[in-house]
């Protein structure tokens, strides 16, 4: 039997990926009346590779919820050349970074999007985009959705962009995170500071997060030649003393540290976040600007 196109569904505003840039979105045009649908491709929470360390300026922008996510708040932080017998340590009045896991951040906030009004869909990979003249068709998960716009915050490897006729992100940063399970020994020595290293590696430095269990422990590179960053980061693990270590999950991942060539607005069609390649462009840190 010969399939049924669906219906559009219609709305004001899609917005697709529930990641910062994605419920920040979501959550302003509801809260504004917005008839807006935010769409994800995984079932929420999902696991999102992310230092997961919220800067005081970014935690300010959110809404209350986000403390019920925040697993360590630190209002201290170590900047330290290694090797060098050089350190600093930053201290606020108030929280210089809030610490959560991103499955938790997002999971969080696409839900409150949905409880101010926005309809969340979830497990709903795009499978096509159209952007005409007067609405924008996206075709995902055996659903059709019309909007009047499309906020595009799917990430690094944005296919919306790429069908909407963007360029390619010009330059992306290699990074690696792992997530650091230590024996509550090591963990209580090593989990009281929030720290950041440099010459750990070329053109980037490493990092030390502590969660409410693990260390989430990343190093990234400007560098784009390919270089060995597990042993990099197994090397400086050591480094910083590091030790007993009962797992670790580790995760490769890409920074775009240059904003996508062009007008960020198409037509109808808007990229912020890493779809846009909106990071800050010294520490490459995106939570902010998305």
């Known amino acids: 039997a010969e399939m049924v196109p669906p219906e559009a569904e219609c ?25 807006v649908v935010l769409i994800e491709k995984d079932k929420l929470p999902r696991y999102k590779t992310c230092g997961g360390g919220v800067l005081g ?36 009045p108030t929280p210089l970074v809030y610490m959560t896991m991103r499955a938790e ?5 696409a839900r409150e999007a949905r409880n101010a009004g926005a309809e969340l ?47 390619d992100l010009p330059h992306l940063a290699p990074a690696l995170e792992w997530e650091v399970f230590l024996t509550d020994e090591a963990f209580q020595r090593l989990g009281s500071k929030a720290r950041f290293d440099f010459n750990v590696i070329e053109a980037g430095y490493a990092w030390v997060f502590p969660k409410r269990d693990h260390l989430s422990v990343g190093i990234l590179s400007m560098r784009r030649r390919s270089t060995d960053l597990h042993a990099m980061l197994g090397r400086y693990l050591g480094r910083v003393g590091i030790d007993k270590v009962q797992r670790a999950d580790r995760h490769g991942y890409v920074i775009p540290v240059h904003p996508r060539p062009g007008r960020l607005a198409r037509g109808r069609v808007l990229l912020v976040g890493d779809a846009a390649g909106l990071v800050d462009p010294i520490t490459a840190e995106g939570i902010t600007h998305a």
């Open 121 to 167: 869909v979830e497990s709903c990979p795009v499978r096509c985009v159209f952007a005409g003249q007067e609405s924008v068709e996206v075709t995902a998960g055996g659903r059709k959705f019309r909007a009047k716009f499309l906020v595009a915050a799917d990430g690094v490897h944005s296919a919306i962009a790429k069908a909407a006729g963007w360029p």
């Open 105 to 109: 951040l997002d999971c969080l906030l």
């Open 11 to 35: 709305y004001d505003v899609a917005v697709v990926g529930a990641g910062p840039a994605g419920w920040s979105a979501a959550l302003a045009l509801a809260q504004n009346g917005v008839k």
């Open 57 to 92: 300026r970014a935690y300010k922008l959110l809404p209350e919820a986000t403390g019920k996510v925040v697993e360590r708040e630190f209002r201290s932080v170590a900047l330290n050349f290694l090797g060098e017998d050089l350190g600093f340590v930053a201290t606020r």
